[in-house]
């Protein structure tokens, strides 16, 4: 018996090469108000859904018979190729406009997957999208298929327990660790401190190559145009100003720092 | 007549905060305003519905909620809709928001929105201003429709302010059918954190990847001892090992509120800005004067950390 895992993955704009347009600046918004336009930053995977990716190849390492299907709702099959190389068994696009869809509508479509497949023991996603941070898709599609859903992971750890599998996740909280055990089927979301994904191998690289990524479309799906017209649409994007009011303190090392204590004691910063 | 609705549980704060703006927010839809808090209220919700004129109170008590599990928790507020419909539903983010703002959506079909920052009423439609790119820009999002919504709101930046007309608020019990939830999930361990922790402290120095080495966080510590603060730190230095988890700050650590924030070899990223940006002073030492961090700093140095950090340390002990 084997472990049915799949692992959501969404395309995001480089959200280190955004910063950097940020902390210099220069980051525009398009003529339409709302994407950013910078066509030197690459798209590439969500971090956090490389590092599901990751747990996931870590629970078949550590010796659990598993299937790994890697999908992505919209256009990009980049990533898919690139969950490919890192020897996952099955990307899959589902065809669909993501800028046409809300979150709701990206939840029902991966649900719709899902349930596809005769259901999965093991919902792999990222904690957040490093584009919009809202972190709502996976517990939407828990509640689509009436899973429970663990958030924020470490680490995930599956053991077979009679005839299903047992789940155990170590979640990072504000009051540290905390070990949690959930029977599968159950939807995961995988944090930071999972540590580092893996590069692919010229190996995997290789055997990519000739891995097609498989394309579904919401029909395909059962799913209606009707339930994917979104509720919640974005209008516009704009950058923040900063107002700088930042008052610098010359001098050598001493003295910079005795000015700087003078102020912050004048202004009852420090006593 | 429809209802916005602020719901809060614990001693998540923020919640005169958030009632403020949902006042705002009713009256643009011309509905009344509500208050549903879950499990024990807090010693003062009395006080604070009706600075807030908040008429009704609504407590969901249950022994289940003791635990507050999420699958009890997300039951309660279902049930608890059931009985008493609502337009909008505002939840201060905290960690547990986050999970189950979206699982209430879900379950009674409404939408949700999170990182709310503003909510305003414009020509009828609701309007939601919220970060992204971890608050290297922010984005507005329409909600059509006259369905319900869940929006998860960030309070550290609202302030409240008393209604014109304070209310005589009373609490209505509100009984929820809880006999058919057993919680799922079930905690194995749970690390209490003992100790101070950087979201409570008053002065904070944070260190980032310019102290160049695991070795110079000492540095970062020995200002932080000398203020009778504690230290702080940037996530990619976290992530090598150089500072514990527990002092990340940011979009991914911790958001925190200190009087005092000194920075130390940080550039300024927006992730890392989300969790000091509401610091009543902040100090920053960056040796490269174009750094991002100076933008929002009160106070700058220009200069290498590893000398000034032991100055103002020797400066402090005087
Ligand atoms: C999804 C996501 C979530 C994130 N979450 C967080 C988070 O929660 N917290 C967080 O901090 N980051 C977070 N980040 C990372 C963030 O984008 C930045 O990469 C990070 O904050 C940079 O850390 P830093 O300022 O220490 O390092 P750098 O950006 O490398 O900056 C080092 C700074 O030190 C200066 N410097 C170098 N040497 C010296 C010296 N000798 N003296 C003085 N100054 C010197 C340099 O001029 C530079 O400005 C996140 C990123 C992503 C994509
Ligand atoms: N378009 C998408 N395709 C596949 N998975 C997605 C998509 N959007 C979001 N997800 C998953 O849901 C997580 C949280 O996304 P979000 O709610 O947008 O912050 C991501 O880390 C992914 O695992």
């Known amino acids: 018996m084997s472990l049915r895992i799949v692992v959501c993955a969404k395309e995001v704009l480089d959200p280190d090469a955004v910063n950097n347009y940020a902390l210099e600046g220069r980051l525009v918004i398009g003529d339409d108000g709302k994407s950013l336009t910078q066509s030197s930053i690459p798209r590439l995977m969500n971090a956090y859904d490389e590092q599901a990716i990751e747990a996931a190849l870590r629970v078949r390492e550590a010796g659990v018979p598993c299937t790994i299907a890697v999908v992505s709702v919209g256009e990009g099959q980049d990533i898919l190729k690139h969950a490919a190389s890192l020897g996952i068994d099955e990307p899959v696009a589902i065809h669909a406009d993501a800028a046409s869809l809300d979150h709701h509508g990206v939840a029902r479509l991966l649900a719709a997957f899902v349930r596809s497949r005769g259901g999965a023991d093991l919902v792999l996603c990222g904690r957040q999208a490093s584009d919009d941070d809202q972190g709502v898709v996976p517990a939407l599609v828990a509640e689509h298929l009436g899973l429970p859903v663990v958030t924020i992971a470490r680490s995930v750890d599956v053991t077979a327990a009679g005839d299903g599998f047992a789940v155990r996740v170590v979640r990072v909280t504000p009051d540290g660790d905390e070990t949690v055990a959930v029977p599968a089927p159950v939807v995961v979301t995988i944090s930071n401190e999972l540590g580092q994904a893996r590069y692919p191998t010229m190996a995997g690289r290789m055997a990519a190559r000739k891995k097609k990524v498989a394309v579904v479309t919401p029909a395909e799906l059962g799913v209606a145009p009707e339930a994917l017209r979104p509720r919640i649409t974005l209008a516009k994007q704009f950058v923040p100003t900063v107002k700088g009011a930042c008052e610098m303190i010359g001098g050598g090392a001493d003295e910079a720092a005795a000015a700087l204590l003078a102020r912050l004691r004048a202004e009852n910063v420090l006593r | ?318």
């Not at chain 2, 249950?62 to 599990?69: A, R």
């Not at chain 2, 120095?205 to 200002?223: C, D, I, M, Q, T």
Request: charged content about 20%; hydrophobic content about 45%; overall charge negative.
């Open chain 2, 1 to 318: 007549m429809s209802r916005v609705v602020v719901c809060t549980w614990g001693t998540s704060g923020g919640a005169e905060e958030l009632l403020t703006l949902a006042r705002g927010v009713a009256a643009g839809l011309e509905a009344t305003l509500g208050w549903v808090v879950l499990g024990p209220a807090p010693h003062d919700v009395t006080a604070i519905a009706s600075r807030q004129d908040v008429p009704v109170v609504d407590h969901i008590e249950h022994e289940k909620l003791q635990s507050f599990g999420g699958d009890v928790a997300v039951a309660a507020l279902a049930d608890y809709v059931r009985q008493h419909d609502f337009r909008v539903l505002l939840v201060p983010q905290t960690f547990d928001a986050r999970l189950l703002a979206p699982r209430l959506a879900a379950r009674i079909d409404a939408g949700v929105v999170m990182n709310g920052l503003g909510v305003v009423v414009e020509g009828g439609a609701l309007a939601v201003t919220a970060s992204a790119y971890g608050g290297d820009t922010r984005v507005v999002y329409t909600l059509a429709g006259e369905g319900r919504f869940v929006i998860g709101v960030a309070t550290s930046a609202l302030a409240a302010e008393p209604a014109p007309n304070p209310a005589t608020a009373v609490t209505r019990h509100c009984a929820v059918d809880l006999a058919a939830v057993e919680e799922r999930v079930q905690v194995v361990t749970r690390s209490e954190q003992t100790g101070p922790r950087i979201e409570e402290a008053d002065v904070l120095v944070a260190g980032g990847r310019g102290l160049g080495e695991k070795a110079n966080y000492r540095l970062v510590e020995e200002l932080a001892e000398a203020l009778g603060g504690m230290a702080a730190a940037s996530r990619p230095i976290v992530d090598e090992g150089w500072a514990e988890p527990a002092r990340q700050v940011g979009l991914t650590g911790k958001i925190t509120r200190p009087t005092l924030y000194i920075a130390a070899g940080i550039s300024g990223a927006s992730q890392h800005m989300v969790g000091c940006a509401a610091a009543k002073t902040l100090v920053a030492i960056n040796r490269d004067p174009e750094a991002a961090i100076f933008r929002y700093a009160r106070y700058g140095i220009v200069g290498d950390c590893l000398e000034i950090l032991p100055a103002l340390t020797r400066a402090v002990k005087g």
